[in-house]
C-alpha cells in the first residue's frame, strides 16, 4: 500500500495548513491513521491519530503539542485522512508523515504500530 502525504509548505507564524494522506489508488481500509513529524535531529514526534472503530464515532487521539490546534479529520468514504493546523509555530517546523496500520493497535501514538508510511511533505513556520 502506497500513502501519499501532501499539502506541506511554507507559512508564517500563526497561519494554517491543511495536510491530506491518501491511499493510492485505493481507500483506507486499515484501521488507523496516523501523522508523525520529524524535525532536524530529533526523533519522529507523534500527531494524532484516527482509529475507525466500526461505530458511530470514530477514535481521535492528540499530542499535547498540538491539541487544540490541530484537527484529524477523514472523509466518509475513507479515501483520504486529513490533518488541518492551526495557529502554526516556528516550532512546527518538521517533515510531516501520515502512516496506515492494518490493525487495531495500541497505543496509537507509538511509532512501530503502524504498518504503511507516506513519503513525508515538508512544513516550514517562518516567525
Known amino acids: 500500500v502506497q500513502l501519499q502525504a501532501f499539502g506541506g509548505g511554507l507559512v508564517q507564524a500563526g497561519g494554517s495548513l491543511s495536510l491530506s494522506c491518501a491511499a493510492a489508488?485505493?481507500?483506507?481500509?486499515?484501521?488507523?491513521v496516523g501523522w508523525f513529524r520529524q524535525a532536524p535531529g530529533k526523533e519522529r514526534e507523534f500527531l494524532s491519530a484516527?482509529?475507525?472503530?466500526?461505530?458511530?464515532?470514530?477514535?481521535?487521539d492528540y499530542a499535547d503539542s498540538v491539541k487544540g490546534r490541530f484537527i484529524i479529520s477523514a472523509d466518509s468514504a475513507k479515501t483520504t485522512v486529513d490533518l488541518q493546523m492551526n495557529n502554526l509555530k516556528p516550532e512546527d517546523t518538521a517533515v510531516y508523515y501520515c502512516?496506515?496500520?492494518?490493525?487495531?493497535?495500541?497505543?496509537?501514538?507509538?511509532?512501530?504500530?503502524?504498518?504503511?508510511w507516506g513519503q513525508g511533505t515538508l512544513v516550514t513556520v517562518s516567525s
Open positions: 484516527l482509529m475507525w472503530t466500526g461505530g458511530p464515532s470514530n477514535y481521535e
Open positions: 489508488g485505493r481507500t483506507f481500509s486499515m484501521y488507523s
Open positions: 502512516a496506515a496500520s492494518l490493525q487495531r493497535r495500541w497505543p496509537v501514538r507509538t511509532v512501530e504500530n503502524y504498518d504503511y
